[in-house]
């Protein structure tokens, strides 16, 4: 049984990419997305309309899961059409490259520290720290880690975490944050005075708001779910931390195609250079990757994983408020 690093090592045969399949997937991805959007503008039922606006959030998950592994440096490296590409994909969905890409490596290289893991990712507070805060500073805390906020992630992760946060903290370095949410808003407003509120409803609000909030609970789930654990800096391992601090989450096929293959994050966490196609090959291909901790998208375990708010390292698990009292 291999572990640790030498898992690591034995992954890398997959760490590769099959150039043909990151084009057709990318490519065919914005197809069902730009035909979805078609529909909504031509196809007369209303009916119609709203199923392909939810389609159509799905799809924009798979989209931004593609980007997520191109800004690894997984997919389509060194190819100034992807990078072009990515690059629009980035702004369009508020989640541009400069902040994106910086926020989302930290979140790899310390993922599951408990005093440097929330740049990148949702804060974690141990139960000697959260008794220490202020009341207002309790009130920040839960808001972030609170289900409805996770849920409008659109607002709260994308607008205001991703665009607004980034540009104010360093407007210089983070000018596409700036430029993403000007082209946002005024796509929402030609939208609206040229052809109808509708048209901005069903092309914009109900496609980002369950992609983002889809995006958001996977992100918080896979990384907040019961078992989980955290470890302090001196602590900590980077090959630990991916296969004890990273969750499967098994979904369906369905749920899976539009996801990317997100769900295997143990082993994304554990070798981010292997393309997202290829991650249940590499899960079928060894039996170690297979002890995993799992979680789901069930609504019992979704409620399990909401519930866990402080770290108590005397328990060595994540807990929620009832237990802290």
């Not at 901790?293 to 909401?306: G, N, P, R, V, Y």
Request: aromatic content about 12%; proline content about 4%.
């Amino acid at each position: 049984m291999l572990c640790g690093k030498q898992l690591i090592l034995a992954t890398k045969p997959f760490a590769k990419e099959n150039r043909y399949k990151s084009w057709l997937y990318t490519l065919s991805t914005i197809a069902f997305i730009l035909l979805t959007f078609a529909g909504i503008l031509f196809v007369p039922y209303m009916a119609v309309k709203i199923f392909l606006s939810i389609l159509a959030g799905l799809l924009l998950v798979r989209m931004f899961v593609i980007y997520h592994d191109h800004q690894h440096h997984t997919i389509l490296t060194k190819s100034p059409a992807a990078n072009l590409i990515m690059t629009s994909i980035g702004i369009y969905m508020l989640a541009p490259t400069s902040i994106w890409k910086r926020s989302h490596d930290h979140h790899h290289n310390h993922n599951s520290k408990l005093f440097s893991a929330s740049i990148g990712s949702f804060p974690i507070a141990t139960k000697q720290k959260f008794s220490g805060m202020t009341s207002r500073q309790r009130t920040a805390y839960l808001t972030i880690r609170h289900p409805l906020t996770i849920g409008l992630g659109y607002l709260s992760m994308f607008v205001v975490g991703m665009c607004i946060g980034s540009f104010v903290s360093a407007p210089k370095k983070h000018l596409d944050s700036l430029i993403a949410l000007l082209i946002h808003i005024a796509a929402a407003a030609c939208l609206i005075i040229f052809i109808d509120w509708q048209a901005w409803l069903l092309l914009y609000v109900i496609p980002f708001t369950i992609a983002c909030g889809i995006g958001s609970y996977l992100f918080y789930a896979q990384h907040n779910f019961p078992g989980v654990t955290f470890a302090t800096n001196k602590d900590w391992a980077y090959e630990k931390a991916a296969l004890e601090s990273s969750s499967y989450m098994k979904m369906n096929p369905v749920m899976q195609w539009f996801t990317a293959n997100i769900g295997f994050h143990h082993i994304h966490h554990l070798n981010s250079k292997i393309p997202f196609y290829r991650l249940p090959e590499v899960m079928n291909h060894f039996p170690e990757l297979q002890q995993c901790k799992k979680t789901s998208l069930e609504l019992a375990e979704i409620a399990a994983c909401l519930r866990l708010k402080i770290w108590d390292a005397e328990k060595g698990k994540m807990t929620g408020l009832g237990e802290l009292a």
